[in-house]
Structures are given as C-alpha cells and as structure tokens.
C-alpha cells in the first residue's frame, strides 16, 4: 500500500489530464466509525493533535459533553455529542467522530481553483497540499460536510488528512490506533464496508435497532469513511450528519453549464467584434453640416 | 443656394478645433477605474478557469491575486461610485434615447447620419453605465461574501451558494460591456481613446457623434448640471 497515497488520480484546478493516473492497482482504503460502541472517550481527538503537531483549542461548556461547536483548523477531529429523546421517553447518548469523509467525489477539489491545491490520490484519500492553497475558501463552499477550515494566520484552509503520512509507509491513522473500545476500523473500502454492514445486520436482528444501518453516502459516490448507525433514517440526530450530501448545485452550475456559456460568450464576443470590425470598419468623424432645421444632415 | 449651404471659408479649420469633452478629474478617475477593473478581470479570470491560472503568476501567485483581488475591486468600486455621483445626471434615460434605440442598427452599420441627435452620451453608452454599476453593486455585495466567506457560519451556507453563482454571472455580463467598451473606444470610433486622454475632442467629432451635445457647448457655456 506504500505506494498507493502516492499516486494521484484528481487534481484540483488542473487544465489537462493527470500525470500517472490509472498505472496500478490500487487499494482503496477506508475508515469505519461504529458510533454504537463509541464512548466519547475523545483518545481519537489527543492522537489526531499529537500525530499532526497541534495544541489543544480552549474549549467551550454549553451544559453537554461537547467541548466545542465544530472542527477547527488546527482540530481535524470532534466527536460530536448528542443527548437524543427516543420515542418511548428514554434517553440515548449518540456520539460521532466527525472528520473530513474522504468524498469519493470530493466537493472541495470540485470548487478549487487552484492547481493541485486539492488532490485524491488512488486510494481514495483527499488532501490538501497548503503550499498550493491560495486561501481563497471556495473548498469551504463545496464541501457538504463542514470540513474544510480557514486558518487566519496561514491564510490557507486545513483539513483532515486521514493521517496521508501514516498510510502511505502501510501505518493506520493516528486516531485509529488510539481508539480503547475498537469502534474505529480501518482497511480496504471493501472490506470496511463488509464489516460495517455485518454489524448493521447484528444490530437490527439482535440489537432491536430495526432502522440500523452502514452510512455510505451515494450523493457524492461514497466516502472513505463510512459510520455504523443506529438509526440510519436519520442521520441528522447524528451531530448534524446530512441526511443525503452532494455537492452543492450552485458549485455545479458553476464548474459546469455556466463556465461553458461564459466561455462560449467570451471568445464569441472578441469573435463578433472582429467581425464587426472587419464587416464596418472605424466610424470617423464628418465634417460639419449646416442644420438643416431637424438636427440630422441636409 | 443659400448661404447656409456653402460651408464657411474657416469650416476645416473650424472642424479641427479641439473643444473640452473631460475635465483632469474625470479622466484620472476613468484611469484608475480602467486599470482596477483590468487587474480585478486578470486576476478573477485566474480563478475562472485551470486554463487561465497563469494570469495569476504575472501579478505574483495565487494567494497574491487572491489577496489583491477583492481590494482591486474595492478601488474599482470607489471610482465608479463617484462616475455615478458626477455623471448621474447626463446618464438619465430620456425619450432621445427610446427614438436613438429604435435606430440602433443604423449605429451597429456605421451608419450615424441616420440617428436622431444625442447629447453627452448616446443609449448606448448609458446602457453600458448601467449595466456596469448594476454588475458592480452584485459584485461587491458577493464578493464581501466570499472575501469573508470563512466568517459565514455554516446555517449562512446558502449565502456562499448563491454568492459564487451571482459573482462569476455578474462578472461576466460586465467582461462583455468591458470588451465593448473597448472596442469601440480604442478600435471603433476615431478620436474617442484620444479624448480620455488628452480630455479634448475635434469640433467635427463632437458635431458627428454627439450633436445636442456639441450646440449645447459650442457658444463655450457647458450645460453639464
């Protein structure tokens, strides 16, 4: 798998066609959040911050378990709490690791305009390459998931990595290794799926979770981080976990039918004024004419 | 024959005399905006299109055309609002222009001395005025938005939706009053760049393309307010 983080296969703001796409086969590779054996532990946040270099963020108290409203630049990681009333009364803790879901169609990279400031590699991971990023914040636009963070002092956007590093010399991410209760998995996007789903089926045949469920979201052909639900009807309990993700319509209005019309309309342009230049040539001025009553010529 | 048909002894003279058309400041204004909006055009087409993103190495870089472009556009802005201020009141669509817009094709072929007399301005260049300051006022009030776009709390997503649509629309309807305006000024009408330059044009160039405008100014008094 050495090999696979480092074979581009999408390029954001890139004219022509991506150098070395397709050469092997590859892994994709996967992250699967059981969010039903989850405790909140938050050990997944401290591995993320100590793999990737960053300080702990002041937390926030809003009477719950969540320290803080959403992930950060510097904080790529957040469980995501939520004290959820079930229809018999009864109270449920639901906890979401949230991070970058590693869009098999990646809305960030769509919107980017910047060559190779977003790249998905073969494996399937998304990563941003800051040296790249020009700051701009359009990926924030794209993507469905609330992910991508500005950083004011850099200028440029942050976002999770899925530890590129770590799985290119065959290690799992950070937060993966941390995990206590083995709710986190990771692997090849197949086997991940396989696995997610064997506990979905678990938890509505024996679990009586008749609405459990595997998180894949088609909207953007899938993730590479995929979630074992209770209640997979309703994803939104899940701190917010959009019901049906895609790319934004108005991101796609825009990267697609209008850049063609404008283009079609810019050069049509420059096109017609030659034409008009050749068809009529300069106007020129005439010499004055006595008015002859109506302000036009005699 | 008449006297009145016989041109006067001075007329070639007479034609070639320069009258006044733009004072210093409306022509340092017309400069600043000019080059503002190219550096805005340069740098925005950068992020319209991968094809085009070189235009953003020859103003220093990506995140240079990125931090630039929003206070290119602010100058741009500043220097259109005071257009407005000083030419309000001679960009006023008037029934003229209603008659002037009828005959348009006749301006299209070249042919001017079928059109109605028009004065400091013809429909045309009030339309592209308009069409500029409209364009203009949706380009700040988007571009603002994606200025700041990291300040848009997530529930204000449909904001950033919207302003990316609304700016890159805008944009384009003011590249395509742009490449007009430049066309016909520094191409098509002869006599036209000089004028923003120097801020004087011929008698005869004043009689041919901006009649009222010139009976109104000959005697020397300038009706402008």
Redesign the interface.
């Known amino acids: 798998m050495s090999q696979a983080s480092t074979e581009l296969i999408r390029i954001s703001?890139?004219?022509g066609t991506v150098p070395g796409a397709g050469l092997n086969r590859e892994f994709q590779v996967c992250k699967l959040v059981d969010t039903t054996t989850c405790i909140g532990c938050k050990a997944c946040e401290v591995a993320c911050l100590e793999w990737n270099g960053y300080t702990f963020s002041e937390t926030t108290f809003d009477n719950s378990y969540q320290t803080m409203p959403?992930t950060a630049w510097n904080y790529w990681n957040l469980i995501k709490f939520n004290e959820h009333e079930r229809a018999d009364g009864s109270m449920m803790l639901l906890m979401r690791k949230d991070q970058c879901m590693h869009c098999e169609d990646p809305g960030c990279l769509a919107?980017c305009?910047?060559?190779a400031a977003i790249v998905q590699y073969a494996n399937g991971i998304v990563d941003f390459q800051q040296a790249?990023?020009?700051?701009?914040?359009?990926c924030?636009?794209g993507c469905p998931f609330?992910i991508p963070?500005?950083s004011?002092e850099a200028?440029k956007v942050f976002k999770c990595t899925l530890c590129n590093d770590r799985v290119s010399v065959g290690l799992e991410p950070a937060c993966i290794k941390a995990c206590p209760t083995g709710c986190l998995h990771f692997g090849t996007k197949k086997e991940m799926k396989e696995m997610a789903q064997t506990r979905a089926d678990q938890l509505r045949d024996v679990s009586g979770f008749a609405d459990a469920g595997v998180y894949d979201p088609p909207g953007v052909s899938g993730t590479h981080v995929i979630y074992v639900l209770h209640d997979a009807k309703n994803p939104e309990l899940y701190g917010g976990l959009p019901k049906d993700p895609h790319i934004?319509?108005?991101?796609r209005?825009?990267k697609g039918p209008?850049?063609w019309l404008?283009?079609l309309?810019?050069v049509g342009?420059?096109l017609g004024?030659a034409w008009?230049?050749m068809r009529?040539?300069?106007?020129?001025?005439?010499?004055?004419?006595?008015d002859n009553g109506n302000?036009?010529?005699? | 024959m008449t006297s009145d048909a016989v041109p006067r002894a001075s007329a070639a003279n007479h034609n070639e005399e320069l009258i006044p058309r733009y004072t210093f400041g409306e022509r340092a204004n017309h400069w600043i905006g000019a080059l503002s909006y190219t550096f805005a055009l340069l740098t925005g087409l950068a992020f319209w299109s991968p094809y085009l993103y070189w235009l953003a190495a020859i103003v220093g870089g990506g995140p240079t055309a990125r931090f630039l472009h929003p206070w290119f556009g602010l100058i741009f802005t500043v220097s259109l609002f005071w257009t407005f201020k000083e030419w309000r009141r001679d960009m006023e669509v008037d029934d003229g222009d209603r008659a002037w817009a009828k005959a348009m094709p006749y301006y299209i072929q070249n042919e001017d001395d079928k059109l109605p007399p028009v004065g400091r301005f013809n429909f045309g260049q009030k339309l592209f005025f308009w069409g500029i300051f409209c364009g203009v006022i949706l380009l700040l009030l988007t571009g603002v938005a994606l200025w700041y776009t990291e300040a848009l709390p997530w529930s204000w997503r449909f904001v950033r939706y919207a302003a990316i649509l609304i700016h890159a629309s805008a944009a384009l309807i003011t590249i395509g009053l742009f490449l007009i305006h430049v066309y016909m000024s520094v191409f098509l009408e002869e006599g036209s760049f000089g004028s923003m330059v120097t801020g004087y044009v011929t008698r005869a160039w004043a009689w041919t393309f901006h009649r009222t405008w010139y009976e109104e100014i000959k005697g020397g008094s300038r009706s402008k307010q």
């Open positions: 703001g890139h004219p959403e919107a305009p910047a060559d790249n990023c020009i700051g701009c914040g359009y924030m636009t609330n963070k500005f004011p200028r934004p319509y108005s991101v209005l825009w209008l850049k404008g283009n309309a810019m342009g420059l004024l008009h230049y009529f040539g300069p106007k020129k001025e005439e010499p004055i004419q006595p302000g036009r010529r005699p």
